[in-house]
């Protein structure tokens, strides 16, 4: 008889989330997950799906703002096995612009964004060290890399970037790599209002993409799937953008600098 290797546990923040969610399928195929969200509806809902399909996943709730809630997320996850990996995806935008933003706003975009993504890096800090190979993914944003809106959520994000160099750095010596991700536009909950708004958001969001089509969840998942595995051993402090070519330039732009026709069409 061939005894069964436990697999080492992930845990996806923010996995009742289309994003997370998309991580946390992706990830169950090596590992087993703690499936963390504030929102336990939206998060039974993932977490049910995913066991249809034979993945090992437990739905824990947790607001992540809350250090209680962090400490039981910690037994909770220990209890599945080794938690060798931690994937701080949840976050959300709170005012549109410095005008909008209040005292309020800007805590609770700072705090969502970047105060729980590094308490909960602590919260995982021993584990992740005793594992001699523990990997970090924060889920940042292209909006941590330029101007398009939310500026506090932008700063938190901006922050997480220079946060996952940090951890690059202290903690390399533990066989810990920490590497951020920056998704472009990816049609998610987190666009509803905006896509109420105005029906052609997206639409209008791609013309400003060189390679014409908009990231979808799944082109997130793939790229944590990637930079987790033994592939992406010699990679850490990276923030890697899934963006369509976004953050590299408008051709549009580029058009209007050099007056060249070969950017028309673009
Ligand atoms: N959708 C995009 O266009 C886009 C672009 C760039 C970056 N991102 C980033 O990707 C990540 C996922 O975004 P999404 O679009 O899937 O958003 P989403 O709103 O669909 O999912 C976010 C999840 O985080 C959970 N969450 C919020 N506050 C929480 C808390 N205090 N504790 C625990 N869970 C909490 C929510 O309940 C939700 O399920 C976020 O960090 C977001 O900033 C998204």
Redesign the pocket.
């Known amino acids: 008889m061939t005894e069964q290797v436990a697999k080492p546990v992930a845990v996806v ?2 996995a ?5 969610m998309a991580i946390a399928a992706k990830l169950s195929e090596t590992h087993t997950i703690a499936a ?4 336990m509806t ?1 998060l039974e809902g993932a977490v049910d799906n995913l066991e249809n399909h034979g993945a090992h996943i437990a739905a824990i709730q ?4 809350k250090q209680a809630d962090l400490e039981r997320l910690s037994k909770e996850a220990a209890r599945l096995g080794e938690v060798t990996t931690l994937v701080n ?5 709170a005012a549109l612009t410095l005008h909008q933003m209040t005292a309020k706003t800007l805590s609770k975009d700072l705090t ?2 970047l105060e ?1 993504a590094l308490n909960c890096f602590k919260t995982f800090e021993q584990p992740l060290i005793a594992c001699g190979a523990g990997n970090v993914i924060n ?5 941590g890399l330029s101007v398009y809106g939310h500026p506090a ?1 932008s700063a938190a ?1 901006a922050g997480l970037i220079q946060a996952t160099r940090s951890i690059a750095v202290e903690y390399g010596r533990y066989g810990i790599r920490s590497n951020a991700i ?5 049609k ?4 509803k209002t905006r896509q109420a708004a105005n029906p052609d958001v997206f639409a209008e969001a791609l013309a400003w993409y060189p390679l014409k089509t908009l990231p979808e ?1 799944d082109d997130i998942a793939a790229a944590v799937s990637f930079l987790v595995s033994p592939a992406a051993r010699c990679i850490t402090g990276i923030c890697l953008p899934v963006d369509s070519g976004l953050t590299a330039g408008s051709p549009s732009l580029a058009r209007t600098f050099t007056q060249s026709s070969d950017f028309d069409g673009c």
């Open positions: 923040t923010g009742g989330g289309d994003i997370g963390v969200d504030i929102d939206a947790c607001d992540l703002t995806n949840a976050g959300a935008a969502l964004n729980a889920i940042a944003s292209v909006n959520y994000k920056a998704p472009g536009t990816i998610t909950q987190a666009w969840p």
